[in-house]
């Protein structure tokens, strides 16, 4: 009896996609401190990059003179 040369195909995962089943929370349905946790995480990395942006801006700027 003949056996197919063929390999039967092997179904990968979908990466980088979320489970259809699984949903984010909505930031308004978040508990009022978590709220206020994650706003003041995001106002700290905004001033951080900010931060970083002035220093190399001042760095670009001496070694143009």
């Known amino acids: 009896?003949?056996?197919?040369?063929?390999?039967?195909?092997?179904?990968?995962?979908?990466l980088f996609q979320p489970h259809p089943r699984q949903?984010?929370?909505?930031?308004?349905?978040?508990?009022?401190?978590?709220?206020h946790k994650v706003i003041r995480l995001l106002a700290r990395l905004l001033r951080l990059h900010a931060d970083q942006?002035?220093?190399?801006?001042a760095t670009r700027e001496a070694g143009d003179e």
Not at 1 to 14: E, I
Not at 53 to 57: K, S, Y
């Open 23 to 35: 949903t984010r929370p909505h930031f308004q349905t978040l508990p009022e401190e978590i709220q």
């Open 53 to 57: 942006r002035r220093v190399a801006d």
């Open 1 to 14: 009896m003949p056996q197919s040369s063929r390999r039967a195909r092997l179904s990968q995962p979908t």
